[in-house]
Nanobody
Framework: QVQFVESGGGLVQPGESLRLSCQAT????????VAWYRQAPGKQLERVAL???????NYADSVKGRFTISRDNAKNTVYLQMNSLESEDTAVYSC????????WGQGTQVTVSS
């Protein structure tokens, strides 16, 4: 079973950018759709971006136009480019297949604050 390891989070100021990486422990070429999710304390889990093997993408309205998801099947890696970050983007970001499995990685913390 493929597992995912997230990295790239950190503390940034509003308006800045971050690039998150999701490294899979196995091949992802046969996973139809992979996605980035986020969850802040006291908030619901939110799927922020999805990408299929065919290149179809889907974004939550809250991040549309600011975030870009991509996948590199050769590297078994999924990326999330986050631009124009806002304080509302503060959350733990996790990667998973879609539909998500019941197993999650540790996620990576993104904090946007002045």
């Amino acid at each position: 079973q493929v597992q995912f390891v997230e990295s790239g989070g950190g503390l940034v100021q509003p308006g800045e950018s971050l690039r998150l990486s999701c490294q899979a422990t196995g091949k992802i070429f046969n996973i139809y759709a992979v996605a980035w999710y986020r969850q802040a304390p006291g908030k619901q889990l939110e799927r922020v971006a999805l990408v299929t093997n065919g290149g179809t993408t889907n974004y939550a309205d809250s991040v549309k136009g600011r975030f870009t998801i991509s996948r590199d099947n050769a590297k078994n890696t999924v990326y999330l480019q986050m631009n124009s970050l806002e304080s509302e983007d503060t959350a733990v970001y996790s990667c998973n297949k879609n539909p998500a499995s019941t197993t999650w990685g540790q996620g990576t913390q993104v904090t946007v604050s002045s």
